[in-house]
């Protein structure tokens, strides 16, 4: 049995981050699923495809880094700034517009350390 398609309304979250996130799919390929634009592997772009966590927690982050040691060793959460390349464990067998089709398992890394998981695909029928 195929895994649940990822299309524009997925939620996903970071390991790193305190907040869940949407993934916004581009209507470039004009293919939708459930009514709804397809997710591809190739969708990773931060800012475009992949909004802010809300607050990062990785030390990794120069950011967090900094306000980290300001803090004087105390964790200190700062805002986050995706920075992701593409999806890893897309549908073996499905392409929308000549990428594998996002699906539901997938994860991406984010160059602070951070793993961006798929935590609810979007679409509830179609598998692939």
């Known amino acids: ?10 939620m996903l979250m970071c390991s ?6 949407t993934i916004q799919v581009l209507p ?3 293919v939708t699923v459930e009514g709804k634009p397809a997710a591809t592997v190739v969708d990773a772009t931060p800012f475009v495809n992949i909004p802010p966590f ?3 927690m990785s ?8 306000a980290t040691s300001a803090a004087l060793g ?5 805002p986050c700034t995706p920075v992701t390349g593409p999806w890893a464990g897309g549908s073996p067998t499905v392409r929308v517009g000549g990428s594998p089709a996002l699906v ?4 991406c890394n984010c160059a602070y350390g951070g793993v961006v998981q798929i935590v609810m695909p979007g679409s509830v029928r179609t598998t692939s």
Do not use: D, Y
């Open 59 to 66: 030390l990794s982050n120069p950011t967090v880094a900094a």
């Open 74 to 78: 105390v964790l200190t959460p700062m």
């Open 16 to 21: 790193f981050g305190v907040a869940p996130s």
């Open 104 to 107: 539901a398992g997938a994860t």
């Open 54 to 56: 809300g607050m990062c």
């Open 28 to 30: 470039i390929t004009r």
């Open 1 to 10: 049995m195929g895994k649940p398609q990822v299309t524009s309304t997925a």
